[in-house]
C-alpha cells in the first residue's frame, strides 16, 4: 500500500482539474487534498540582488522630524 503519491496538476477550467496515470486501480477508495502550489523564490538567496541601481543620499535620515525625541 501507497502512503501517499504526489502529483503537479494545472487547473483546464474553473474549477475542473482532471488526473490521468494514476498508480490506482478502478474501485480503489482514495482520499484528495488540494493545496494551492506556493509562491517559489529564487533560490539564489539574495532575491533583490541586482534590483537597485542605485540610492539617492542613502545615509541621510528618513523622517527626522517625526520622532518626539527630537521635539
Do not use: C
Not at 477550467?13 to 496515470?21: H, N, Q, R, V, Y
Not at 529564487?42 to 540610492?55: A, D, I, Q
Amino acid at each position: 500500500m501507497m502512503s501517499a503519491f504526489k502529483v503537479d496538476a494545472t487547473l483546464t477550467k474553473d474549477g475542473m482539474l482532471t488526473l490521468s496515470d494514476l498508480p490506482f486501480h478502478a474501485g480503489d477508495s482514495v482520499e484528495v487534498i488540494i493545496v494551492p502550489r506556493a509562491i517559489e523564490f529564487p533560490s539564489n538567496g539574495y532575491p533583490l540582488r541586482g534590483k537597485v541601481l542605485h540610492y539617492e543620499r542613502p545615509t541621510e535620515p528618513v523622517a527626522e522630524n517625526d520622532w518626539e525625541a527630537q521635539q
